[in-house]
């Protein structure tokens, strides 16, 4: 017979997209002009580009946007489960 899991309440800083995220924002903010600039989070062998920390930015960005509806989610099928179970 099958044991149905325990429903855990989700929580917002165990979703990787926002851990990636601020990776991201860390990475852009050692790029800007007055840190390191594009040197310092330029890949080995990369063309060189003007720039490149606002890549990490929009790349921050978009992180942050999938934590949030993968968040909302986690909490929407969280709120489901709950009101099945009771």
Do not use: C
């Amino acid at each position: 017979m099958l044991r149905k899991k325990a429903v855990v309440a989700p929580v917002w800083w165990k979703n990787t997209y926002f851990l990636i995220a601020a990776i991201l924002v860390v990475v852009a903010i050692v790029g800007l002009p007055v840190f390191g600039g594009d040197r310092a989070i330029r890949d080995p062998g990369q063309k060189r580009e003007s720039g490149l920390w606002l890549y990490y930015v929009v790349a921050a960005v978009v992180m942050l946007i999938g934590g949030v509806l993968s968040h909302a989610q986690a909490v929407r099928t969280y709120d489901e489960e709950r009101a099945k179970a009771s």
